[in-house]
């Protein structure tokens, strides 16, 4: 939506030539008390519009300009130019000879040569009775079209062009605001804004500020220190070391209309799902050891994303944070891209062109703690604002950061429209929300004693609960098609059920409990995992409560835990067959799926964030191997309607056999209407099996689409000759069955010949 324009145009010349006061007449200026005029000066004055600008006063005009640093100052209009005298520490004042308000500018002389300025103080507000409204109740689903930092472009009473940008920034328990940036020399003397009534919402339009400029509100607090601070709202951000918040004016046109009305008749949840998550800065770097930027990732990772075949990429935080090492998630600037690479134009670029390949988008997004820096939301107005003020409940005691203040509405309200805004302004495909649980429970990482109860006497956080339910409805219903996605590690209930159904209204929820069990089993040496057979059973016992997402996410190869590949046992060999048998497990287990970065190439080292992936492992076959299952599985699947049309269902799978511990054989079947049905068995035993009787849904010929052992992927090569025939006769509780060979430590596809 386009940002409003101001309720009134600026101050025009009247269709007559202005009348003059009488002849004889000097009329003095309009006054203002000296105790009003050390209000403006001092920065304390909530409405400097009152003072400043022009006013009609005993059939004249005065003007007064706040230009601290000038040597002259004039105004000029059609009436000629009328010098102004320094009236009191910065404040110039001069009656004009006309009886109505004209059209005009300031003259300001410095050193040099005078300056034609236009006077942001003889502007009407930007934000209109309903903007204001709507931020009082906590409920502007655009906010960003309110607040922050907007270019907007007039036209001038002589036909020129008008161009400066509108600032507002939520500041309630503010004394005074001033907007400092690079067109006033980072002077906020200048520039003190206005408050709206009672809305805590000040303002100001600043002619001749563009994008690309930097700024930052100079806030007053209560205890009378000056804070400067970020804009909450601010699109653009400057790269860091640096910290202030940069004007920015999107001429971006969209490529992806194809991809945006599909997905709007999209159920995410009986669609194909394969996501790769990645960290932008390590996925590559330069030789220096730079990031690359939006362009060139808008070219290289599209292209590679596509190659194998996921459906969607899933980015860790792109949200604007100062330290690189907390990979996003504690975050300074919820509205602004990532400026490590670049403007949000460039982001746009990147997302745009992942839809023109077929690659959905999913954000990582951190809406249950923020950054602690000085210059970003803590204590934004000299009180905790965006925090809650309870230290146990405003504090987070794993993370180091604020907690926000979930029981206020503006706050949520600035939290929900950050997730509209991700959606419509950058066309995003769905959210996966950090660190749900953190939300959800009181008592998260505390002590007894160092967390209080809700009104009930439990350990909920019943405002969280309100605000995840608000968010989801809100987006659900503003941005059809897209997803939103929850990391949540405990057994809340209805986490993936409709709002209305009292649930939180997310659409999928992280399996944490598949990942965590399935690992476990992993890890065991192939002559044990009989005793473990329950861990990869266990996860069939829920699986459908929720509608859930297979993680395995960067949390599993960092701090220490090491790869995937490492977490395997055995030789070098085991390892990888290790890894591409559990790979191919995951693939057909119901659920989405998603694997970071890394895994594909059998990455040796655990994720570092500082560096980029070991790319030079494609050069050895074993690791190009694991690529190219990757590739593989993808394919298949993207193929098998089986295996992802019906994951919300349990019509969806049935085990052939779960309880084969003796061999480590799992094996079942995945159906969906008007798909053909697919069968896998997983043997992860270190020793092949010959002639296992497997049951099949129907007789006739099966093929064997995917076989982890296969040569192409540096296997041994254990397997069926590209088919298997299913006989009649009951096995399993199935129809048919048919005799097998199971590669070691091998995963094998059956597909029903068409």
Not at 99 to 127: K, N
Not at 374 to 392: I, K, M, S, V
Not at 456 to 479: D, P, S, W
Request: proline share 8%; glycine share 10%.
């Amino acid at each position: 939506m386009t940002p409003p324009p101001p309720t009134q145009p600026p101050a025009q010349p009247p269709a007559q030539p202005p009348t003059r006061p009488a002849a004889g007449t000097s009329p003095s200026p309009r006054p203002v008390p000296r105790e009003e005029l050390d209000q403006l000066v001092r920065g304390e004055h909530g409405h400097p519009h009152a003072v400043l600008g022009p006013h009609v006063h005993e059939g004249a005009v005065t003007v007064r300009a706040l230009k601290p640093l000038a040597a002259r100052v004039a105004v000029v209009g059609e009436f000629g130019e009328v010098p102004l005298t320094h009236e009191h520490e910065g404040v110039w004042v001069g009656v004009l000879p006309v009886a109505e308000v004209p059209d005009y500018r300031l003259s300001v002389a410095y050193d040099g040569d005078p300056l034609l300025l236009e006077d942001p103080f003889r502007f009407l507000p930007t934000l209109g009775e309903v903007d204001l409204h709507l931020v009082n109740e906590g409920r502007h689903e655009q906010l960003w079209t309110a607040l922050g930092a907007h270019v907007r472009h007039y036209e001038g009473a002589d036909g020129r062009a008008i161009e400066g940008t509108s600032f507002a920034v939520w500041a309630p328990s503010a004394r005074g605001v001033r907007l400092k940036c690079d067109a006033n020399g980072w002077d906020g003397r200048e520039h003190p804004m206005r408050q709206l009534g009672t809305s805590g919402v000040w303002e100001l339009f600043v002619p001749g500020v563009g994008s690309g400029t930097a700024y930052k509100f100079a806030i007053l607090g209560q205890d009378g220190h000056w804070r400067e601070k970020a804009d909450p709202l601010a699109r653009w951000a400057e790269p860091p070391a640096s910290t202030a918040s940069k004007v920015f004016e999107s001429d971006y046109t969209w490529g992806d209309d194809a991809w945006m009305s599909a997905r709007a008749d999209t159920a995410p949840v009986s669609a194909p799902m394969s996501v790769y998550e990645v960290h932008l800065a390590s996925w590559r770097r330069h030789y220096d050891g730079s990031t690359w930027s939006w362009d060139q990732l808008a070219t290289d990772l599209v292209a590679y994303v596509q190659d194998l075949g996921f459906t969607h990429v899933e980015l860790m935080p792109v949200m604007q944070h100062p330290f690189g090492g907390s990979w996003g998630y504690h975050v300074t600037s919820y509205f602004a891209p990532d400026s490590r690479f670049g403007d949000p134009d460039g982001f746009r670029l990147l997302v745009d062109r992942l839809h023109q390949a077929g690659i959905g988008v999913i954000l990582d997004w951190v809406p249950g703690h923020f950054a602690t820096d000085e210059w970003a939301l803590a204590r934004f107005d000299g009180t905790p604002l965006y925090e809650d003020p309870n230290p146990q409940r405003g504090w987070h005691q794993e993370w180091g950061s604020h907690i926000f203040n979930f029981g206020r509405p503006e706050v949520r309200n600035f939290l929900f429209a950050n997730a509209v805004y991700w959606c419509e302004e950058f066309h995003v495909d769905g959210l996966r929300v950090d660190g749900v649980a953190s939300m959800l429970y009181l008592d998260y990482s505390r002590k007894e004693g160092e967390w209080s109860p809700n009104k009930y006497g439990g350990r909920e956080n019943l405002e969280a609960v309100q605000f995840l339910q608000e968010m989801n409805a809100t987006v659900y219903r503003r941005v059809p098609g897209v997803v939103t996605i929850a990391e949540e590690s405990t057994s809340w209930p209805g986490v993936t059920k409709p709002t209305d159904a009292d649930g939180l209204g997310f659409g999928f929820k992280w399996n944490m409990g598949w990942m965590h069990d399935s690992l476990t089993y992993m890890a065991h040496e192939p002559v044990h995992r009989a005793y473990h057979h329950g861990e990869m059973t266990f996860s069939l016992v829920y699986a459908w409560s929720e509608n859930f997402v297979l993680p395995i996410s960067h949390d599993e190869v960092v701090h220490g835990k090491g790869s995937l590949l490492r977490k395997m046992p055995g030789d070098r060999w085991q390892q990888l067959a290790n890894l591409r048998a559990y790979l191919a497990f995951m693939w057909g287990h119901p659920g989405k799926q998603l694997l970071f970065m890394g895994v594909e190439l059998g990455q040796e080292s655990e994720w570092a964030e500082s560096r980029e992936l070991d790319w030079w492992l494609l050069e050895h076959p074993e690791h190009a191997g694991v690529h190219r299952l990757v590739r593989d599985l993808n394919r298949v699947y993207a193929e098998s309607g089986a295996l992802w049309a019906q994951d919300h269902s349990p019509d969806g799978f049935a085990w052939i056999d779960a309880n084969d511990a003796g061999r480590n054989v799992f094996s079942f079947v995945r159906r969906a209407p008007g798909h053909p049905d697919l069968v896998c068995v997983a043997n992860f035993s270190a020793v092949p099996h010959h002639g296992v009787r497997v049951g099949f849904p129907a007789a006739g010929e099966w093929a064997e689409v995917l076989n982890t052992d296969a040569e192409t992927y540096t296997g041994s090569g254990v397997g069926n000759f590209g088919s298997v025939t299913a006989v009649d006769g009951e096995h399993h509780g199935h129809p048919a069955y048919a005799d097998v060979s199971l590669p070691p430590l091998g995963t094998v596809w059956f597909r029903a010949a068409p």
